[in-house]
């Protein structure tokens, strides 16, 4: 059975194309839709970079807000996917992430991980995605 596509392009978010070139993304990617990075370490870089700057930049506060900016009910099932995220995390979704703190943060991105790609996150690769900040 192939892996899931955030596994292959080392993107465990799923994180779209953009104008951001991210450290450690491989461009042009072979995707024609999602980032690809050299390393999975890389791809969680990405995602909790992007976490922390919804705090910081769009102001998200609760876990609610996070996940209706990551993934937007028009291509999602949104509720679903927080309280999925929640029932990883073991927080309620009005919860409000410290988004400087390393094991807070490493189980937020093992959550959107497990949503995305169907399968436990390798939690020395969110590790090493932390160190990379």
Not at 13 to 22: A, D, P, V
Not at 33 to 52: D, E, N, V
Not at 88 to 109: I, K, S
């Amino acid at each position: 059975m192939m892996a899931a596509r955030g596994l292959r392009n080392n993107n465990p978010g799923n994180i779209r194309l953009s104008r951001t070139l991210w450290q450690g993304e491989i461009r042009p990617s072979q995707d024609r839709s999602f980032c690809q990075f050299r390393t999975m370490a890389y791809g969680y870089r990405a995602l909790i970079k992007l976490l922390q700057n919804y705090r910081r930049v769009n102001g998200c506060r609760t876990i609610a807000d996070f996940i209706n900016r990551w993934a937007p009910p028009v291509e999602n099932n949104t509720s679903g996917y927080i309280s999925r995220v929640c029932r990883e995390m073991q927080v309620p979704n009005t919860y409000v992430p410290d988004v400087d703190d390393r094991a807070t943060m490493c189980a937020f991105a093992a959550a959107i991980s497990q949503v995305e790609n169907g399968v436990p996150a390798v939690m020395a690769d969110v590790a090493a995605g932390w160190e990379l900040l």
